[in-house]
């Protein structure tokens, strides 16, 4: 049927400054005889927190146009705090990072923030990486630090070895519950302890070796993340650090230990022995990281923060080795 009237005032629909528009009827119950395919504005009837409706009518009813916020979407996360680093000294293996994985349901035109935590300096702890958004607020724990020394190992994510200069002391233990990672290991002269990882505590060889870490598939090919940081020692060897970017500990006074590897959390491992701490130093605990994994037709593009953007079957993969956002 051909248009027979146009009302002033709404015939122009290009004009992107114009408040003109086409207009429904709007009004209470319909009281007429409706024809199938009329639409109109109900002002009686509510929808999801509207004071009225929109309607059509179908032929035999009128039906009430669905008018409810799309549903969430799943997304896989992997969050790693950074690790702690390692103590000075004979000082202890830095503890990694706390190690969290599951997911959470993104809530569209909601903004998601995420902060990645750096690693601990020499025998000091790492930091925490979060995700926070509306609904979701998720928290890894950072690194204890290596004791150095003749002191015991700090608390975290993971826990901090103890130092084992003339002296044992014990390892750092774990601050959060739930389990994001294990305690440091004991230092007992002339072996310091490593420091806990994702998936053990230190000292699991007997001495001095670092936690291994968790391995995850997130990105679709498995990475092991939060090992612990190997202790210092004076006897002249030096221990790798443990699997999942943990830092190896030294063995004499001019061996300082290696740091945790960025991005993986690890821990720091502990400086060798020796009165001149300068050539005996604990080093730093590696960076943290967040993995968000979620379906490539859900995925929206974006971001903040440069993550790096990969694929794997039907799914994206956002890489986060520095803070930023995601916007669902």
Do not use: C
Not at 134 to 152: D, E, F, Q, Y
Not at 196 to 218: L, M, P, V, Y
Not at 253 to 265: E, K, R
Not at 284 to 313: E, F, K, Q
């Amino acid at each position: 049927m051909a248009t027979t009237k146009v009302t002033i005032g709404v015939t122009d629909l290009n004009d992107a400054s114009s408040t003109n528009g086409l207009k429904m009827p709007s009004g209470g119950a319909f009281s007429g005889t409706p024809i199938q395919g009329m639409m109109r504005n109900n002002t009686t009837s509510g929808s999801e927190g509207s004071v009225s409706s929109m309607q059509h009518y179908n032929g035999t009813e009128w039906k009430d146009f669905e008018n409810s916020p799309p549903p969430p979407y799943l997304v896989d996360y992997l969050v790693v705090a950074g690790g702690g680093g390692g103590g000075n000294s004979q000082g202890g293996g830095g503890g990694a990072g706390g190690f969290l994985t599951s997911n959470f349901d993104a809530e569209l035109s909601i903004t998601y923030t995420i902060v990645v935590g750096a690693g601990g300096a020499s025998a000091n702890v790492g930091t925490d990486t979060t995700i926070n958004g509306t609904g979701v607020s998720i928290l890894a724990s950072r690194g204890g630090a290596g004791g150095a020394g003749n002191l015991p190992g700090t608390a975290g994510g993971s826990g901090g070895g103890g130092g084992a200069q003339n002296a044992s002391t014990a390892g750092g233990a774990v601050t959060v519950s739930g389990t994001q990672g294990f305690a440091g290991g004991s230092g007992s002269n002339p072996n310091a302890g490593g420091g806990g990882g994702a998936f053990e505590a230190g000292n699991t060889d007997g001495q001095r070796h670092g936690g291994d870490g968790k391995s995850s598939s997130i990105t679709g090919a498995s990475v092991v993340y939060a090992g612990g940081g190997s202790g210092g020692s004076n006897n002249g060897t030096v221990v790798a650090g443990a699997d999942g970017g943990g830092g190896s500990g030294g063995g004499s006074s001019t061996q300082a230990g290696t740091p945790g590897t960025d991005g993986l959390g690890g821990g720091g491992g502990g400086g060798g022995s020796t009165a001149a701490v300068g050539n005996a130093q604990g080093a730093a605990g590696g960076s943290g990281i967040v993995i968000l994994r979620m379906p490539t037709a859900n995925y929206s593009g974006t971001t903040t923060g440069s993550p790096t953007v990969t694929t794997d079957g039907t799914d994206t993969i956002l890489t986060y080795t520095g803070s930023g956002t995601y916007t669902a």
